[in-house]
């Protein structure tokens, strides 16, 4: 099976940036995701690494290094409106997509 | 409309009573996944199909059933609800043709078992 772990909250101030690690266990790895849910509404994707390294979308990057089965999520010149829960999420080789706990990300100004 | 469209959005039901959650898709996708969410817990994998002949069992199966009616719809069914399957939970659906990397998520429905 899959586990994920990842910190069970981060604050941070405007501005600021914030790295959410993620460490996973799985058997048939395939490629790491990052969601993004608001208040319990629908996760929304914000990324995926199948590769090591960084891939950079605007404000958000993720880096992967599967050697060390360990990722994580950059949220940089943090904003009010990023204040969510964000999730890995581990895709297995049978596209079998298994999320962590999440991590609830407070924004103060 | 949502792309990823779940029925209903609220239910309260009671212990013992069979219920079913609908979930159908407009986005031409072949997988579909259902998930339970819970405090702290994150998103649970209950059940996945990649294809109308395809049903898998993820995690969380015991207590739940679900029915592959047709691509573009997957239904979850609790045949007796208990009050600790009260959580909020999801459908998704994702495209292997795009690698089926990315997910996309209905609004959920949010269920009370009492």
């Known amino acids: 099976g899959q586990s994920l772990e990842q910190p069970s909250e981060v604050t941070a101030v405007e501005g600021a940036i914030v790295q959410i690690n993620c460490t996973y266990q799985t058997s048939g790895f395939y490629g790491l995701s990052w969601y993004q849910q608001h208040d319990g509404g629908a996760p929304t994707f914000l990324s995926y690494n199948a590769l090591d390294g960084l891939e950079e979308t605007g404000r958000f990057s993720s880096f992967l290094s599967r050697s060390d089965s360990y990722g994580y999520l950059l949220l940089q010149e943090l904003q009010m409106k990023d204040s969510a829960s964000y999730f890995c999420a581990v895709c297995s080789n049978d596209y079998k997509l298994s999320f962590g706990a999440g991590t609830t990300v407070t924004v103060r100004a | 409309d949502a792309d990823v469209t779940q029925t209903p959005r609220n239910r309260i039901t009671k212990t013992g009573k069979r219920i079913m959650l609908e979930c159908s898709q407009t986005k031409g996708h072949d997988r579909m996944y259902w998930y339970r969410q819970d405090p702290g817990l994150g998103l649970r994998l209950i059940y996945y199909s990649f294809d109308v002949k395809d049903i898998n069992k993820g995690e969380i199966s015991d207590g739940y059933s679900v029915s592959r009616q047709a691509q573009a719809k997957f239904s979850l069914s609790l045949e007796s609800a208990i009050p600790n399957q009260t959580a909020l939970y999801f459908c998704?659906?994702?495209?292997?043709?795009?690698?089926?990397?990315?997910?996309?998520f209905g609004q959920g429905t949010r269920l009370t078992v009492v």
């Open positions: 998704a659906t994702s495209d292997s043709r795009g690698g089926g990397t990315e997910a996309f």
